[in-house]
């Protein structure tokens, strides 16, 4: 699975981007999708995830704030940010995978850099 993000930039405090992720090649029938985000010196860490039923799961940090959506029929994922922090700034990558395995050994896009900054 090949996975192409986009979004991001540099975006004031309180702003409303969101970031998209469009999935080529075979997912299969039961996967999940879902948004990790990083900064430097940190482990990547869980924004949100989405299964092929729409069952959603998010960090506390963006419980609220978030919403994380997805389009089966394209093969996208996106993740609507509201309200957001200087906390908030990161790289976001998108990930795929299987159901039954971990998120690490799954695909991932190439990060898009989002920067929440007066």
């Known amino acids: 699975v090949q996975l192409q993000a986009s979004g991001g930039g540099l975006v004031q405090p309180g702003g409303s981007p969101t970031l998209s992720c469009a999935a080529s090649?075979?997912?299969?029938?039961?996967?999940?999708m879902g948004w990790y985000r990083q900064v430097p010196g940190k482990q990547r860490e869980l924004v949100a995830t989405?299964?092929?039923?729409?069952?959603?799961n998010y960090a506390d940090s963006v419980k609220g704030r978030f919403t994380i959506s997805r389009d089966n029929a394209k093969n996208t994922v996106a993740l609507q940010m509201n309200s957001l922090k200087p906390e908030d700034t990161a790289v976001y990558y998108c990930n795929s995978r299987p159901h039954y395995i971990d998120y690490r050994y799954g695909s991932w896009g190439q990060g898009t850099l989002v920067t929440v900054s007066s």
């Open positions: 090649g075979s997912m299969g029938s039961l996967n999940v």
């Open positions: 989405i299964g092929i039923d729409g069952a959603t």
